[in-house]
């Protein structure tokens, strides 16, 4: 008994320590499309404005990146994606639903630190 309960304590010790993350992923079709940019080392936007609780598709379309270990990041969705190195555009998409509030984004490398960030604000 005393084992079965070290192993409970460790299972919901190990579920607490974990963060939510602030938005969903979904699949299917999205009821919003917004988009991201990123070209020699900039974003086009700084801010991008969605509807809350609704099904989202943000593209983020790279170019003439050429920084090994460069990423996107939106901290609060614990999202995190690898942007390629690459001279013709390439695109991504990231789906999900999220709460009204504040979201910040950056791009980040390795060697420079932050090269873009900006919000995503859903109302």
Do not use: H
């Not at 170019?63 to 690459?86: A, G, H, S, Y």
Request: proline fraction near 7%.
């Amino acid at each position: 008994m005393r084992s079965l309960l070290a192993v409970s304590m460790l299972s919901l010790a190990l579920l607490v320590a974990v963060p939510p993350a602030a938005a969903d992923p979904f699949d299917g079709e999205p009821a919003e499309i917004v988009s991201l940019a990123y070209d020699f080392g900039r974003c086009d936007t700084s801010l991008i404005v969605i509807s809350s609780d609704v099904p989202v598709r943000l593209d983020i379309t790279v170019r003439n990146q050429f920084e090994l270990d460069t990423r996107v990041r939106i901290p609060k969705f614990l999202w995190m994606r690898e942007l390629p190195v690459t001279i013709a555009p390439v695109t991504f998409s990231v789906k999900f639903m999220a709460a009204a509030g504040e979201y910040e984004f950056d791009v980040v490398t390795e060697n420079e630190g932050v090269r873009c960030e900006g919000e995503i604000i859903v109302l």
